[in-house]
């Protein structure tokens, strides 16, 4: 009988235990989308750069989502690379003591000085905070990973104690950041598309041990749905003790960029999820004003339901729009979004914003990954990937 050799026989056993593993043996799922993006967008060493930007800067809200992007596309050198940015850049180089930092660039310098490079503001956004918490949870059980799970763990934790309070006829509820969101003893200042429905549920069921998120779950239903009353969310929005939810008079009360992923939130909730059909319901204005109109409006006032100036929202809000389009069964009126997403893509390149919400909105409808009722994440590449069209 033959000897197998030490190389072959290393190289057997890391077979099995791959294949042990599951997700190590997947393959990749074909993303065109998530390619370019990191072409484009994502630098050698894991920086997501808006290059729209003067400061060249980047945000944790990007870092997060590209981790999620990567996890999707079963990417785990670049999610290795965006995870270490991540820490080392906006985290002080520890996510376990420290949340990141939202936004890091070039500082300005005056004529003739060297560039300098680094946190530009050290408040954290729980909305990127949140997201790399759930994708940590998510790669750890997905690739099992264990330090993963113990990263977004600790990071979990980190966002209950810094970035949430008791609201008095709310009950735990997520801040937007740990300064600046509590502007008097009894208001609060709220976003709603920091909490998607899935996300909260995953994380609530994920972490037992720490059951503020299971209270944050009500709390943030109440977030998206009751402040809405035109069918369109705000961007932000205020809370006050005793009065309940109210417009907040620096935005006023507009929907535009931020709330335009709540639409693409509610659209990918599981068909047998909690609570989905109550919040299809409250944006139907929106899309009935698609059907109307072919696009979706750049900004409404969400107090009236009136449509603020002419312009449609761009590239990005056609494909943030298109899966709860389709979640509430207008499937041609979906596609024309889709549609015409790519036709404004052809004309010129999408920026930063547009090509995330690209990435979130067609790699759903796309079939590259869905969440179950629980909030987790099945990317295709746990089973079949999706048939290229």
Not at 38 to 63: C, H, L, M, Y
Request: overall charge negative; hydrophobic content about 40%.
């Amino acid at each position: 009988m033959r000897r197998i050799g030490m190389p072959l026989l290393h190289a057997l056993l890391l077979a099995a235990a791959m294949f042990a593993s599951g997700s190590a043996m997947a393959a990749s799922c074909a993303w065109p989308d998530w390619e370019h993006f990191k072409q484009n967008t994502v630098s050698a060493d894991g920086r997501v750069i808006d290059a729209s930007t003067p400061e060249q800067a980047t945000v944790s809200e990007g870092q997060s989502y590209a981790l999620f992007f990567a996890l999707i596309a079963n990417d785990r050198a670049t999610f290795d690379r965006l995870l270490n940015w991540t820490q080392n850049n906006l985290a002080q180089g520890d996510l376990t003591k420290h949340l990141p930092a939202w936004q890091w660039g070039r500082h300005e310098t005056k004529a003739g000085d060297k560039a300098t490079w680094g946190v530009l503001d050290s408040n954290a956004a729980s909305d990127a905070d949140i997201w790399i918490a759930y994708t940590l949870l998510e790669a750890g059980r997905l690739w099992h990973e264990r330090s993963y799970t113990a990263l977004g763990t600790v990071l979990a934790r980190t966002i209950v104690a810094q970035e949430t309070a008791v609201v008095p006829g709310l009950g735990r509820t997520v801040l937007p950041g740990p300064m600046g969101f509590h502007p008097h003893d009894d208001v609060w200042r709220l976003n709603p598309s920091y909490v998607p429905p899935q996300v909260m549920r995953r994380m609530a069921s994920a972490l037992p041990e720490q059951p503020e998120w299971k209270a944050m779950l009500d709390s943030s239903a109440r977030l998206v749905t009751d402040t809405a009353p035109h069918g369109y969310s705000p961007d932000w929005v205020l809370y006050q003790r005793g009065k309940g939810f109210g417009p907040d008079p620096a935005t006023k009360a507009e929907s535009a960029y931020n709330a335009i992923r709540v639409y693409l939130w509610v659209g990918m909730l599981a068909t047998d999820a909690p609570a989905r059909s109550s919040m299809l319901d409250v944006f139907k204005p929106l899309a009935d004003y698609v059907a109307a109109h072919g696009a979706p409006p750049e900004r409404v006032d969400t107090q009236s339901g009136a449509v603020i100036g002419s312009n449609q929202g761009n590239a990005g809000f056609s494909t943030a729009v298109a899966p709860y389009l389709d979640a509430l069964g207008r499937h041609d009126l979906a596609q024309a979004q889709v549609q015409r997403a790519r036709t404004l893509a052809g004309q010129s390149p999408l920026g930063y914003y547009s090509q995330v919400l690209t990435l979130f909105g067609l790699g759903y409808l796309d079939g590259l990954y869905r969440f179950d009722a629980d909030g987790a994440v099945v990317p295709a590449w746990m089973s079949t990937c999706p048939a290229r069209h």
